[in-house]
């Protein structure tokens, strides 16, 4: 087990990112044992050391979402009540994956400010409109002289 220079978070020795933060380890284990070495590579090479980004070796918590998981996750949260429950429950989530989380909360942000422009709108045409009365819609009795 390694422990990250950043968070203090226990991590299996084989993984190369932090478990908890998502620190690189593999290069902080190495930047502090030895000095580091830069291998020499033309464009159309390529090498794999501690800086290299591999998406399969990062913790489930901060892999990205697909195009199509996005598209999935906005019309789970178009639904009209359960949609709503789950996007209040995946934007407060800091156990569940990190992009899906923003992503209801960016939703929940836009929900809330859709809402208060509509409330501002219903409350200006309220302020600018003329009442209404009863009279102007019952039928007029007829006048004896």
Known sequence: MSICPKCGGQTPSDRPF???CGYALSF???SQNSAVTVPVTTSHQSTHD???FVE???PE??????????????????LPAVGFILLIIFS????????????????????????VIIFIMFILLMLT?????????LPTAPQFI
């Open 18 to 20: 932090c478990q908890n």
């Open 28 to 30: 902080s284990a190495q």
């Open 50 to 52: 501690a800086n290299t």
């Open 56 to 58: 399969s070796m990062l």
């Open 61 to 78: 918590k901060f892999k990205p979402l697909s195009g199509w998981s996005y598209f999935g996750y906005y019309l789970l949260f178009s």
């Open 92 to 115: 407060l989530d800091n156990n569940g994956n990190i992009n899906r989380r923003n992503f209801a909360r960016g939703l929940l942000i836009s929900y809330i400010i859709a809402a």
């Open 129 to 137: 409109a003329e009442p209404i009365t009863m009279t102007e819609f």
